[in-house]
């Protein structure tokens, strides 16, 4: 839901800048570089389609039933155009994210950088137990959401895709994270 994916990419972005701490800490231009292209490219591959996938099935349920404009995004340029601040929504918070945990790291506050994607965690949940009607109360279109017509998260295919992109996010988070520590030395 577009009111997770936000604090989701964020938490990305800390939580990489950390595995990275020893490359930011060194002030090695290569090394940022590294980085930040590596922050970039994982958003853009392991962040940025889960909200399209999510928007191009269910564009209602991942824009928190707050417009109706999603039902009706066929043939109009400007709805379509949507999908470019998608991806500013998903890209940008990564590497403000990034930006925000290397100054942190470089001026001796890692524990705040830590502190700021287990924060991101915790907001999440916040949101999705605030949310919780419209979370686990599935309907693709507005119209649908506006004539009552949900079925149950758990249901499939909903619950499958949303599974498999969880795993997705997580999964390669972890291997990023593991893969940047490593990178960085021991």
Not at 38 to 61: C, H, K, L, N, S
């Amino acid at each position: 839901m577009l009111a997770i994916d936000i604090p989701i990419s964020l938490l990305a972005g800390l939580a990489l800048a950390e595995a990275g701490k020893k490359i930011l800490k060194s002030g090695d231009a290569q090394g940022y570089r590294f980085m930040r292209t590596t922050i970039v490219f994982f958003a853009v591959f392991f962040i940025t389609p889960i909200p399209f996938y999510f928007f191009m099935g269910w564009p209602a349920w991942e824009t928190n039933f707050l417009w109706k404009w999603p039902d009706n995004i066929h043939d109009s340029p400007l709805m379509a155009s949507v999908s470019f601040a998608a991806f500013i929504l998903t890209v940008g918070p990564a590497y403000l994210g990034f930006e925000v945990g290397r100054y942190l790291i470089k001026n001796g506050r890692e524990n705040l950088v830590r502190a700021g994607y287990i924060s991101m965690g915790i907001l999440v949940g916040v949101i999705v137990f605030l949310t919780r009607d419209i979370t686990f109360n599935i309907a693709s279109t507005y119209a649908r959401y506006e004539a009552k017509e949900f079925y149950s998260f758990w249901s499939h295919p909903f619950f499958t895709g949303w599974l498999i992109v969880t795993i997705y996010f997580w999964g390669s988070l972890v291997i990023f994270y593991l893969w940047i520590k490593k990178k960085g030395g021991k």
